[in-house]
């Protein structure tokens, strides 16, 4: 039905459960600039897409291939709504290949993934709206003769080498690793209003993998009851990063750091990182497998032009801010690299009772940011609402 739709058409399906087996939904046709293919269920019933005979085996011998139980691929100007996937093997939906954009995802949901739950990967200006992930990224879902190596692959959103992408308004929680991860050759993204909680990773992540990651902004995004909120960095090697944006968001609850610029990997380059008007409550605990944690880590000295301002930073346990640098040595470092951290609020660290861990990766140590405010943000709310 949907290969017979011509531009401008609405395929509506059925209310059900259609079981895929030997390919997934694969729109062969495209629509035009001004007549988009609309793909959606009829009367606001549900249609599920159930992955679980698609890949089930797998030829060791050969590649799984890059694929979802719904696959767009070669194919520009359609706009999927409402749609869900269910129990894939591999991702489950994927909007995939240099040859393929303008696709829209919105309304739809992925639960239980091998793989991503949704996916952009080397597609130029596409959009995942409104949708709901969980369970992505477990490995009970591999497909029977692929080799595990260790995890089951990328995370519950990806976005690798995606272009001029927008994802907002999603709902990302109960999966297996990373919430929505911006990676590789990304560049020219917003990543906004999304919601990511209860995740045993990172909730929001940057990586340059492989690569120059550049021209991507994140903002309006909540993260809670997470490993570490936000992660930085540049873990392939002779990768970079450039001009990210983090602003707006809203980091509570989580196990780790609020926000880390990370040494995982190669630790390489991150350059013109803007991270401002954030709000970062009850961040890390008491020994932490990692070491000490707070509100923002900058563990990471591979780094320059960054610039850490206009945050709300309390209630953290550990530190408001930590670095790679002490205290007496961080100008001269940070002046070196261009660092600058200054008017943030920092209040109310949460001094821990007994000696932390070891750390597990470098030694993080607590700073104070120039120009400092020294307030119970509750304090200055209050007051402003009187005034």
């Not at 991150?270 to 961040?283: E, G, P, V």
């Amino acid at each position: 039905m949907i290969d017979k739709a011509r531009p401008g058409d609405t395929v509506f399906i059925k209310e059900g459960i259609y079981k895929i087996n030997d390919r997934p939904v694969q729109p062969a046709v495209s629509g035009r600039k001004n007549a988009w293919i609309t793909i959606m269920p009829a009367d606001g019933k549900r249609v599920i897409i159930d992955g679980s005979d698609y890949l089930s085996s797998y030829d060791p011998d050969k590649e799984l291939p890059r694929t979802g139980s719904v696959t767009f691929k070669n194919c520009r100007y359609i706009r999927m709504e409402g749609i869900e996937t269910r129990q894939s093997h591999n991702a489950g939906i994927i909007i995939e290949g240099a040859s393929t954009d303008h696709i829209e995802v919105i309304n739809c949901r992925s639960e239980g993934s091998y793989n991503s739950g949704i996916a952009i990967w080397y597609a130029d200006s596409c959009k995942i709206l409104h949708c709901e992930v969980i369970g992505a990224n477990n490995k009970e879902l591999k497909p029977q003769g692929v080799i595990f190596r260790g995890e089951a692959p990328h995370e519950a959103i990806s976005l690798a080498g995606a272009s001029h992408f927008e994802v907002a308004f999603n709902s990302v929680h109960d999966c297996f690793k990373e919430g929505i991860d911006c990676k590789e050759v990304s560049n020219h993204g917003i990543i906004h209003h999304n919601t990511v909680y209860s995740m045993p990773r990172q909730g929001l992540y940057a990586d340059c993998w492989f690569g120059r990651l550049s021209n991507v902004e994140f903002h309006h995004n909540i993260v809670h009851h997470c490993e570490w909120g936000f992660g930085v960095s540049g873990e392939g090697k002779d990768a970079s990063m450039d001009s990210v944006y983090f602003h707006h968001n809203l980091l509570y609850d989580n196990r780790a750091s609020g926000i880390f610029f990370s040494i995982w990997g190669s630790d390489e380059r991150r350059s013109n990182i803007f991270i401002y008007n954030n709000t970062l409550f009850n961040n890390g605990t008491a020994r932490h497998w990692s070491g000490l944690t707070g509100g923002i880590d900058i563990m990471s000295s591979n780094l320059n032009n960054i610039f850490i301002y206009n945050n709300i930073i309390s209630n953290n346990y550990g530190y408001a801010i930590g670095a790679f640098a002490s205290s007496g040595e961080k100008d001269t470092a940070f002046i070196n690299r261009n660092i600058k951290i200054l008017h943030n609020l920092e209040w109310q660290v949460n001094i821990p009772d007994k000696e932390s861990p070891k750390p597990h990766f470098r030694t993080v140590y607590p700073i104070e940011g120039e120009a400092a405010i020294k307030a119970d943000p509750s304090t200055i709310f209050k007051s402003l609402l009187f005034w």
